[in-house]
């Protein structure tokens, strides 16, 4: 069974940078990793995603100022966060779908981390 632990979050002042770490317990398979988001009072949000092939997906709204990586040797996936605004503050979770063969396709992010908070100041 796959444990994702999330690492990083904090309190930043907007314009700011933070970097979230997922890493990978459990599971040597291909697997395709995302970061999610949560705030309060608000949907939750898918903000990137990153397949075993290290192809990339974001939200509109991350576009240009979030970076998703990974280091398949040590099964760990970042998210660098820059240029932080007051709007991105949420709970960051990381996710895992193990049903799509390491591509992002079906969607299905049956596996998830506690969560790390990203709290940042205007």
């Known amino acids: 069974q796959v444990v994702l632990v999330e690492s990083g979050g904090g309190s930043v002042q907007a314009g700011g940078s933070l970097r979230l770490v997922c890493t990978v317990y459990?599971?040597?398979?291909?697997?395709?990793i995302g970061w999610f988001r949560q705030a309060p009072g608000k949907e939750r949000e898918e903000v990137a995603t990153?397949?075993?092939?290290?192809?990339?997906t974001y939200t509109d709204s991350v576009k240009g100022r979030f970076t998703i990586s990974q280091d398949n040797a040590r099964s760990i996936v970042y998210l660098q966060m820059n240029s932080l605004k007051h709007e991105d503050t949420a709970m960051y979770y990381c996710?895992?779908?193990?049903?799509?063969?390491?591509?992002?396709?079906?969607?299905?992010?049956?596996?998830w981390g506690r969560g790390a908070q990203v709290t940042v100041s205007s």
């Open positions: 990153i397949d075993h092939d290290g192809r990339t």
């Open positions: 996710v895992a779908d193990l049903s799509g063969g390491g591509y992002c396709d079906t969607g299905i992010f049956g596996s």
């Open positions: 459990g599971y040597t398979g291909p697997l395709c």
